[in-house]
Each structure stands twice: as C-alpha cells, then as structure tokens.
C-alpha cells in the first residue's frame, strides 16, 4: 500500500532502545550482544539485555542467534532435579536453559525425583524414549555428587548442575560460594567497617562453609582479626536471622554492619534492627545473599548477591551441545561469580 506523506517509516530498533528497556547503559548492551571478553557482566544484568533484545526484535546479536546446541541440533533435552519447589533457584537454573534454548526450537522435559535413585533411573528411561539428546542433572543444595551409576552408560551427553562428582567424571558447574562471601565482605570492609557480623546458614551445607570461608579470607586481606563472637549460626529463616542480630546487639562493642547469608535471615535482620532503635542504613549496614524477591520489598531495598542458577542453566546447555559423550574424560569444575547487586542497605560507616 502507498504510503502517504504524513506516514513515517517504521523506526529501526537500536542499542540505545535495548538500554533503555533493560535498564542499563548502552556500553552495556553492546558489551553483552558482542559477547566481549574481559569484561565482567552479572548474569541478571546479562539475562535482563538478552531479553530485552528479544522484546524489541533487535536481531544483531550472536549471543540472541548463536546455535548454542551445537550438534545437539533442536531436539529436547532432559532436566533431572531433586527438588523444585524448595527454593526458586532450580527454576531459574531451567529457565536458563529454556533461553538458551529458544532460537534453536529445543525442547526440555523436567523431572522431580526427590533424589530417590530409582525414581531417577525410570525418570532418564522415559526421557530417552522421549529421544533426548541430552540430559542436565542437578541438585537444589550445592554438593558434591556420587551419580547414578546408569548415567556412565548413557550414549547421550550428561551435565551435572550445582553439583560435581569425584573425579570429575562429567562437566559441572556451581555458583562460586566463597567468593561470593568475599565480595560480599569487602563489600562492607571499603565502605569503612571492621565490625562486621556474620550470620551463616546450617553449617554441614556447603553454601554456608564456602560463604563463611569467604567472609574470614576477606578479613585476613583487610588485616582484620577474625572474632568469633561476630559469627552467629542461623538456618537460612527469618526467625533465626532475627534471633542471631538480638545476640550481636547485646554485646558490648556491637556491630556496624551485617553479612546476612541468605535474604530471609536479612530480613529477621531487619525486624530486629528496627525493634532496637537503629537505621539502616545510617545506623548499620545490611548486605544479603540470593537475590529473593524479597529484597525488592524490603526497606529500604536489601543489597544482595545474586545466585547464577539462570546462567548455570545457559551454560550446561553449551556445554551439552559440545560432546556426544559423556563421563569418558576428566573435565575441570566450572564456578559461576555471584555478583553483587547493591541497593540502599548500605553505606559508609559514620565516624
């Protein structure tokens, strides 16, 4: 059809849009749509680029066309977990590899097992006579992994998620824990603090011995003595974040600011700062970690880490379509950062 004078054509779609949509700068954008090296992106900020890209219909990036399968082709893969409804992390991790998936017309089947060996080996069944050419394995606690002994056998490549097995007998990925609780302390440390609480998760978790491990090398690189009054044992709930910052606020010298492990125990943290008189953050810094939603919904606005489950996921798909094989060789543990995402609980400490 003509077109008459007062019509414009449409508007192409440019960086600066993406941007805009994502919420991020345009050296950003150009960043993660090349793909560039050496530059450090957090995955929600990657993820949020990416989606954005898609939305608008901006078509020039590799990273949104890439054949991330490889010569897996478009077929469907299997996602094997534990658990699904503990924690959000599992969904995100298969979210992760739906986008992944999304150019490449993939499918992906999912299966809840409860970690019951059995109900694993028939899940892997059904999914084989799915035609399956691939299979992701993952666990909702980070741990280390005795596989089932049938994955050796399968003629199908085998990813194990946010879990690893001895020998490194399949490729596998996790969240880097403990320098996620590094980042998160030196976080503290250069805004001026050197009282600095921690409150961990259940300490046979390997989360919380990595977080912790993260925390004490963040002190010993600041010259900061380790006090392990300043270390209270939680178990990753609210009540117990609330009931560990009562201990901390009883001593004598109490703490400026507060490593909260996981975000609920932050926000126990949170009730019992407010019950004491004190603000955040004028009075005492807060930092989190896991990126819930309910950071958003805190005030003000926790500062957390964010766990790459959604990135972990991207990456086993990769890595999937790179081998037809699986098991055979001695491959290296891959760690994912977890990157910082600051809000308003924080600030330099007040002298």
């Known amino acids: 059809m003509k077109k008459t004078k007062h019509e414009k054509p449409p508007r192409r779609v440019t960086m600066t849009d993406v941007a805009r949509l994502a919420g991020c700068s345009q050296a950003t954008v150009s960043f993660v ?27 020039a990036s590799s990273l949104i066309h890439r054949p991330v399968l490889g010569n897996l082709g478009s077929g469907t893969i299997g996602f094997l977990c534990d658990q699904l409804a503990t924690t959000p992390e599992s969904v995100n991790a298969i979210e992760g590899a739906r986008q992944a998936c999304w150019d490449e017309g993939a499918t992906i089947l999912v299966a809840q097992t409860m970690g019951n060996p059995e109900r694993e080996e028939k899940a892997v069944e059904a999914m084989l006579r799915s035609g399956i050419e691939g299979l992701i394995y993952m666990t909702i606690f980070t741990r280390q992994v005795a596989p089932p002994s049938f994955l050796e056998n399968l003629q199908i490549p085998v990813v194990l998620l946010n879990c690893y097995a001895p020998e490194s007998r399949f490729p596998s990925v996790i969240p880097d824990e403990a320098a996620g ?83 609920k125990m932050a926000s126990g943290c949170y009730n019992a700062l407010r019950d004491a008189g004190l603000r955040i953050p004028q009075d005492v810094s807060v930092i989190g970690y896991d990126d819930d939603e ?39 543990l891959t760690k994912m950062d977890c990157n910082l995402i600051e809000r308003d609980s924080l600030a330099v400490i007040s002298q």
């Not at 090349?34 to 608008?56: H, M, P, Q």
């Not at 977080?211 to 178990?235: C, Q, S, T, W």
């Not at 990135?311 to 290296?332: C, F, V």
Request: aromatic share 8%.
């Open 33 to 59: 749509l090349n793909n560039a090296t050496g530059v450090t992106i957090s995955a929600e900020t990657r993820g949020k680029v990416i989606e954005a890209a898609r939305t608008l219909g901006y078509g």
């Open 181 to 263: 609780g590094f980042a998160a302390t030196e976080t503290l440390i250069r805004l001026g603090h050197r009282r600095i609480a921690t409150i961990v998760g259940e300490p046979f978790m390997q989360a919380a011995q990595d977080r912790l491990k993260g925390y004490r090398k963040a002190l010993a690189k600041a010259g900061i003595a380790y006090d392990a009054d300043l270390v209270g044992e939680g178990n990753w709930s609210p009540t117990s974040g609330f009931e560990a910052t009562q201990r901390f606020l009883a001593l004598k010298d109490r703490p400026t600011a507060f490593f909260c492990q996981n975000d």
């Open 294 to 332: 309910l950071c958003r919904h805190l005030r003000p606005q926790l500062s957390t880490l964010i766990l790459p489950h959604r990135a972990m996921g991207a990456w086993a798909i990769s890595e999937l379509g790179k081998r037809r094989t699986s098991g055979k060789d001695s491959y290296p």
